[in-house]
T-cell receptor, first 111, second 118 residues
């Protein structure tokens, strides 16, 4: 399973764009990149998933360069309610549901 | 859709007692996962089931832990006897069949059970 590295914490202010980068140097050909968000006292919640280039949904964008050794989660115009821990996961759909969570990035949004 | 339902939300028990955590997956999901979260170790996958059958229990810490899924709508995680180091938040998750087993929008977590063993 590909190991991921992401910053432990980040600070931002309301209305700013936040970019969280995740390194996954040993990503395999069949691996997908998935990001989850976790609020205090809640289970993780799926944000976005991608394989290459760019993926965008109503919540975030995911940028993946051609070599796929890293990915960047972009949150546009964050609000206080975006304060949470964000996890980057990399793995194969055939690995049987083993989501391996790293330490995540604790994002703190200030007013 | 009520989501993944876990009970109880909080459990405080004394060391040595048996603890049973419960999970009701989303109807139609055929995979169920038990996770444990602590400050020291983060989120760890303990065990998961496909079609009510345990597939991988390599994450179960020791024999004191056991999990069952008697039917498609119910699963339990039991700790007997419990120890203070078992204190953690335990999450249950379920996923939609056929959407791939590596997370995704169909992979849904419950709100967790916060277990405190004193």
């Amino acid at each position: 399973l590909a190991k991921t590295t992401q910053p432990i914490s980040m600070d931002s202010y309301e209305g700013q764009e936040v970019n969280i980068t995740c390194s996954h140097n040993n990503i395999a050909t069949n691996d997908y990149i998935t990001w989850y968000q976790q609020f205090p006292s809640q289970g993780p919640r799926f944000i976005i998933q991608g394989y290459k280039t760019k993926v965008t949904n109503e919540v975030a964008s995911l940028f993946i360069p051609a070599d796929r050794k890293s990915s960047t989660l972009s949150l546009p115009r964050v609000s206080l309610s975006d304060t949470a821990v964000y996890y980057c996961l990399v793995g194969d759909k055939n690995q049987g549901g083993k989501l391996i969570f790293g330490q995540g990035t604790e994002l703190s949004v200030k007013p | 859709d009520a989501g993944v339902i876990q009970s109880p939300r909080h459990e405080v028990t004394e060391m040595g007692q048996e603890v049973t955590l419960r999970c009701k997956p989303i109807s139609g999901h055929n995979s169920l996962f038990w996770y444990r979260q602590t400050m020291m170790r983060g989120l760890e996958l303990l065990i998961y089931f496909n079609n009510n059958v345990p597939i991988d229990d390599s994450g179960m810490p020791e024999d004191r832990f056991s999990a069952k899924m008697p039917n498609a709508s119910f699963s339990t995680l039991k700790i007997q006897p419990s120890e203070p180091r078992d204190s953690a938040v335990y999450f249950c998750a379920s996923s939609i069949p056929g959407t791939g087993l590596f997370g995704g929008p169909g992979y849904t977590f419950g709100s967790g059970t916060r277990l405190t063993v004193v």
